[in-house]
């Protein structure tokens, strides 16, 4: 059985961020994506990787379609994994602001690149609230309880709990509020 695989048929376990970096093999990604970034290692470490680690950790092994890309265990994170190595390697080939001095992009630089940094990472967040329906439980739980994204990540939720676990389904597109 696969280290993600729960109890139950179709349950996956709550993971940490570096276990599902390593399930979805982000590592050669996370690495282009620091030096694309321009920032200094200890730049990188402190404010965009612990970001990408916690968005690991809030959308777990989620998919990011039903039936489109990335339709698979795991697919969000991979999905959005790609989407800002993208993002940050096209954040190269531009200069911000446009139409400004050559001092102010130089001035300005690192700040862009956390824009394009965070709005690659984050550009998807929304399908967790409005496409998926996440139920989870732990070893012990009584019943099975739905996830409120708002309320925060679920290793939030199975912290010093044994045995956390989540149940991923679409909600019904007639169900979907994209508002």
């Not at 690495?31 to 612990?50: E, F, G, H, I, Y």
């Amino acid at each position: 059985m696969p280290m993600f695989q729960g109890q139950g048929g179709g349950w996956l376990k709550v993971l940490r961020a570096q276990d599902l970096l390593r399930l979805v093999q982000a590592g050669r990604a996370l690495n282009a994506m620091w030096r694309q970034s321009r920032l200094s290692p200890a730049v990188w470490q402190r404010d965009l990787l612990p970001a990408v680690q916690r968005y690991a950790e809030f959308v777990q092994l989620m998919p990011a379609s039903e039936a489109h890309h990335h339709a698979h265990v795991g697919g969000l994170l991979s999905h959005t994994i790609e989407t800002t190595l993208a993002a940050m390697t096209w954040r190269n080939g531009h200069f911000f602001p446009e139409g400004a001095s050559v001092e102010e992009m130089d001035a300005q630089r690192d700040e862009w690149t956390y824009v394009v940094f965070f709005a690659a990472l984050l550009h998807d967040l929304g399908k967790v609230m409005t496409d998926l329906r996440i139920s989870w439980t732990y070893y012990g739980m009584e019943e099975v309880v739905r996830w409120v994204p708002m309320s925060g990540p679920l290793t939030a939720m199975v912290q010093a709990k044994v045995g956390g676990e989540y149940l991923v389904e679409f909600s019904p597109k007639s169900a979907r509020d994209y508002q």
